[in-house]
């Protein structure tokens, strides 16, 4: 009845989606789960889904680079900010898309599924768009909460649910334009019918629950990367303060099983690749190199963040003294015997950019064996996977 004497007002809704519309108006009692509400969380879900793409995106060319791209350096701080905001919208959309299930759940039930070719294919798209949802927000959430319970590799995984998802999203975006269109125009209040008027106060009040439970998540999350939040963030994993120098550890020296290799022998840095001279470089000689110091943020691919002042030598210098080309490339490798981060690479601009630094220093002391000592790769807007730590070897390419 309700549903009707909205859907009456629908001019230019789909036929599909009008009959649909009636026929699934007997499964829907509440005016949670009309159409209305479940356009409203959608326009929050594509919002928050459009920017958790890009900036995965980003992510993604930053580590990833194409050879038709090169990642900047500058805004130092850009990393930074695009990795938290995709960590922090991946989150806030949680309880979007939980309520946004809960609202058209009795779809699911609806029989037969299909009523169309047309409206067959608009609900297969459904899978990929459902099913890559789910997958996303939790492969990600458990990711930065350091809990792996899966075999694959990560961020291949949760790129490809990335470009599958947003192929759901684009097609069910299609599908549902013109009836999302007409129920949000609609004036949904209504002083003369009272029915009307409680259904849209129950309406505003869950959509009002599920915004503030994402307020809240965003408060207790966000402090990861907002120094003055990290008191009431009781879910962010890192503190920007918490940790040796003032600087959170993602892999300590002993986890990285680099303490028995700086034990047992003395440190050299190996240069050489595509240069005149290869060098070998002890601590001293690096300590006697030209310093130079940059204030750069550790800004990992887990969306927390920190920024300290680093004190090294450049890593153009550096190269300049093997005898490298300035448009060379670099691959740089960690004492660390194994696993994916220790190994990264520097392009051209980052090669090129006085503050990428071989830091030996972090907030005017040596630096913390947690934090790489003797020597670390600190750059300006790289993300955080690639500061590799005990740096031993560095390759120009
Ligand atoms: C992650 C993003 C989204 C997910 C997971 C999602 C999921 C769903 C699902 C499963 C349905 C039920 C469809 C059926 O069973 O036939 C649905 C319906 C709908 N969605 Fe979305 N959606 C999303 C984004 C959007 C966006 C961006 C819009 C805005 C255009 C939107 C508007 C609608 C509308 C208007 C309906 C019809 C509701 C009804 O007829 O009761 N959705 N959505
Ligand atoms: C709770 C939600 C989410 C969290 C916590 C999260 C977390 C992460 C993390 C930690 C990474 C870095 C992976 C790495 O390089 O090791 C990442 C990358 C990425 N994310 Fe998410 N994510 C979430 C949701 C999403 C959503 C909804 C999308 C797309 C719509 C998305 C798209 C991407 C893409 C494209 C990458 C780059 C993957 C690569 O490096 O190849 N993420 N995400
Ligand atoms: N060799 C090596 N370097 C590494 C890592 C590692 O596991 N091994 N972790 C990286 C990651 S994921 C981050 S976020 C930064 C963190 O630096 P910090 O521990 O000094 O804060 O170090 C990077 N450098
Ligand atoms: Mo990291």
Redesign the pocket.
Known sequence: MRYEQLSGRFTKATDI?ER??ER?ADA?TSPL???RT??L???A??IS?TACFVTGLLSHFAQYEPSWFMWPTRPAGLYRVTQGVHVLTGIT?IPL?LA??W??YP??L?WPPAQSVAHGI??LA?LP??GG?VFLLFSGTANVARWYPWTFSFPRAHYSAALI?MGG?IM??GA??S??RD?LKTREVSYEDSELLEDTHARRAFIGGVAATSGLLFLATAGNTIGWLSNISGLAQRRPKDGPQGIPVNKSAFGAGVLPILSDTPYVLVIDGAVETPLRLTLDDLRQMPQRSATLPIACVEGWSASAQWTGIAIRDLLASAGSEPHAKATVTSLQPKGGYRISHLNAGQIADADTLLALQLNGEELHLDHGWPARLIGPNRPGVMQTKWVSHIEVI
């Open positions: 989606a649909e519309a699934v829907f789960h009309e159409p479940a356009a969380l959608g326009m879900l594509g889904f959309s898309l946004k299930l609202s058209v779809h699911f609806s608009e609900r459904l768009l459902v949802s998802t999203l069910h975006i549902k334009w009836l999302a129920v």
